[in-house]
């Protein structure tokens, strides 16, 4: 006597059980770490509470005064400055870099363990470390007798963004030249050897199959330069403090300046939604510039 198998339906259903097991433990950690801290800022954006005592509504109040503060724009321009050059820093380089380190050789093994130890550093630490060697009068540039170097970096304007961008170009280049060159080695090889063949050289080679191949590699790195950026305050707030004046305080310095200076959490609360919206919407603009998950991977087969 035979027995009449299950339906279709039914072994899709056997066969998603485990999957959404496997998947609840991951939404939890996200709803209890993500979802609940997000809700509570947001609530506390319609309240004033000082940190310490009561927490009362505020409604709308709390908005109106950190939309209408003068010194918004500017720390939103300031924030987008920082992102954009340091974008088109570390864009570029890390591209090279990754390309260098695919390949096989064993000096090149060694290098990338070099390049990734400013990765392994903590950015206070890298703060206080470039803030002493930029000293003008005990630095390294006094050490050494090198007028280049002796300039006043962290109290003119220009300078202090450039050491900003500089430090942070630093410290985040090695983990994108890290991704990069794990997209260059999942390029077949086949493609190259072609290209040798039709006589193509190096520089050909890159900009006709690398960079296209890598251009989705190119939106992933783009998205966490950019959102990683509005992110920025402990290295900011231990080179420079915001300074001179407002050149480097950008939206995390002003909303820690507002919430854990002020004690005004409301309004750090407001500035703390806005970082969330712009980082989603961000990551949104990318992403519909990167097209869809399914198109990349039919184009790289």
């Known amino acids: 006597m035979t027995t009449a198998a299950p339906p279709a339906s039914a072994r899709k259903v056997g066969r998603s059980g485990p999957v959404v097991w496997m ?129 006043d970096w962290l109290g003119k304007d220009n300078l202090a963004l450039g050491v900003v961008i500089f430090v942070v170009s630093w410290q985040f280049i090695p983990f994108h030249s890290l991704i990069y060159q794990g997209g260059v080695r999942q390029i077949p090889t086949t493609m190259y050897e072609a290209a040798a063949i039709d006589g193509a050289g190096r520089v050909r080679q890159f900009f006709s199959i690398t960079v296209p191949q890598l251009k989705y590699t190119i939106i992933t790195s783009s998205t966490l330069m950019v959102v990683g950026s509005l992110t920025f305050f402990d290295l900011i707030f231990v080179l420079t403090a915001g300074g001179p004046g407002d050149a480097t305080r950008v939206l995390a310095l002003d909303m820690y300046k507002r919430g854990f200076q002020a004690n005004l959490m409301g309004p750090a609360s407001v500035i703390a939604v806005l970082l969330v919206l712009i980082g989603l919407a961000l990551a949104l603009i990318l992403r519909r510039l990167g097209g869809s998950t399914t198109a990349s991977q039919q184009e790289g087969a």
């Open 23 to 151: 998947v609840l433990p991951a939404l939890l950690m996200f709803a209890v770490f993500g979802v609940v801290p997000l809700v509570g800022v947001l609530v506390l954006s319609f309240t004033q509470w000082d940190g310490l005592g009561a927490i009362n509504p505020a409604g709308l109040s709390n908005w109106r005064t950190v939309l209408s503060d003068p010194g918004l724009p500017h720390a939103l321009f300031v924030t987008f400055e920082i992102m954009i050059l340091s974008w088109l820093v570390q864009t570029p380089l890390s591209l090279l870099l990754g390309v260098f380190l695919a390949g096989r050789q064993r000096y090149r093994a060694f290098l990338a363990v070099l390049y990734f130890v400013p990765l392994l550093l903590s950015s206070a630490a890298i703060a206080i470390t470039y803030k002493a060697l930029l000293d003008p009068n005990f630095g390294l540039g006094a050490g050494l007798h090198i007028g280049f170097l002796t300039q």
